[in-house]
C-alpha cells in the first residue's frame, strides 16, 4: 500500500459531531443560536480579551477592521509582500492602496524597514502620515503573524506609535501564539495591536469549516463589529438600521464546530510542537536544507514548518522538488508567491523588497497535521531527504 502524508488536515476528534447535532436538533443553524456566544466567551477567555465577535472568515475580520478604524478611498495602508493575498485584498475593498513592505529572517514584516518607509518615504504633519509622492495618507499597518511566528511587535508598535498609525494584526494563523518575555509578555497575537483577525479555515489550527474571529484593543470596539456583521440590525423588531452593514456574522453550525476545536486546541498546540521538535532533530546538520525557527521569548502555536532549502545546491525548482515528493506520498506545498507581482498589485507602490524574493523561492511547508506520529514526520523527512539528494548538484 502506498503511503500518503497529507500536508494539513483537520482532526475531528472530540466533540464536534456532538456539538453539531445539538445545534441541528434546536433548529438553531444560522446567524443566531447559543454556541456562537459560547464560542465567542471561549475566544475571549483563552486569548485574555475583554470581548471577540466570531465571523465569516478570516477575510471578515480584516475587512471589518479596516471600516471600523475608517480606511477610506485613497488611503493608504501598508501590508507585507510575503504573505496569503487574503491579508492585502480588504485594503482594496475599501478602495484604498496598499504599500508593500519586505520581510526579515522571521518571515514576517520587517520592523526596520517599516520604520525606514515612515521616515524617508513621508512626511509626518500634525499627527498624519502623509507618503510625499501621492500625498495620500498612510492610516495602518496589517501585520501578520507568518506561520504562527510572532511578529516583531516590539518594534512594529513602536514605529505605529510615533507616526499615529492603526495597527491590524492578522493572526488568522497565529491562534495560541503569545510572548512570554518582554514588554508584551503574556500577551497573545492579535491581542497587541488595534484589531486581530482569526481564521478557522480547513488548514487552520482549528476550523469550522470556514468562519473567523475579530477582536479589538475596546470592548465597545467589538461590539461595533459584531453591529457591522450582522447587516448593522440596530432594532430586532423593526429592521432600523443607522450603517451599512455585512453579512459577516458566523453561523451557530459553524460556532457548534469552533466550541468543539476550541477544547481541542491546548492539545493541538502540543502536537505541533512535539512533531515540530522531532523534524528538527532529524533535520539538525542537514546541508541541503533547514527548518526555520519561531521567535525567541515567545511560545508559537507552530502552525506550520518551514523547510528553507539551499536552491543553489539543487538542480531544478521548487515545483520539481514539490512534484517528487508527491510521488513518494508526501504532499508539501510552496510559499506563496509575492503580492506585489500578482495582476491585480503590480502597480502598486513597494519598499526594498529585497528578502522576500528569496524567501518566496526556498520555502517549502513539510506536513504538519496534528495527527501526525512520529513514524510519519520520520517517513516524511526520510522521504524528502531522498528527494532533495536526488536533485541535488
Ligand atoms: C487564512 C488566512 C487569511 C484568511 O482567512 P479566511 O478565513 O480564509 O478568510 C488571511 N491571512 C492569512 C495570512 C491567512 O493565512
Known sequence: MNRFIPLSIPNFGGNERRYVDEAIDQGWVSTGGAFIGRLEENLSLFLHADDVAACQSGT???????????VKPGDMVIVPTLTFIAAVNPVRYQFAEPVFIDCDDSLCMDPIKLEEFCKQECDFIVGKLIHRKTQKQVKAVVVVHIFGNMADMESIMNTAQRYNLIVIEDSTEALGTFYTEGRYKGKYAGTIG???????????????????????????????????????????????HNEVGYNYRMTNLQAALGVAQMEE????????????????????????????????????????????????????????????????????????????????YQNSICYRIEKARYYSRCILNIPCSTQLTADDICYSADIIKKVLGELSR
Not at 309 to 336: C, F, N, P, S, Y
Open 60 to 70: 471578515a475580520g480584516l475587512h471589518l477592521s479596516l471600516i471600523d478604524c475608517g
Open 194 to 240: 488595534d484589531y486581530g483577525a482569526y481564521s478557522f479555515n480547513g488548514n487552520k489550527i482549528i476550523t469550522t469549516g470556514g468562519g473567523g474571529a475579530v477582536t479589538a484593543a475596546k470592548a465597545d470596539t467589538v461590539a461595533h463589529l459584531r453591529y457591522l456583521s450582522t447587516q448593522a440590525k440596530d432594532d430586532s423588531h423593526y429592521y432600523i
Open 265 to 344: 486546541l491546548p492539545d493541538f498546540i502540543e502536537r505541533k510542537h512535539r512533531n515540530y521538535d522531532l523534524y528538527k532533530e532529524l533535520f539538525a546538520g542537514y546541508e541541503l536544507g533547514k527548518i526555520k525557527e519561531f521567535r525567541k521569548g515567545t511560545y508559537s502555536n507552530q502552525w506550520f514548518y518551514s523547510l528553507e532549502i539551499d536552491m543553489e545546491k539543487i538542480r531544478g525548482t521548487m515545483g520539481d522538488i514539490i512534484a517528487q515528493l508527491e510521488k513518494g506520498g508526501v504532499q508539501t506545498r510552496a510559499i506563496w508567491g509575492l503580492i506585489h507581482e500578482q495582476i491585480p
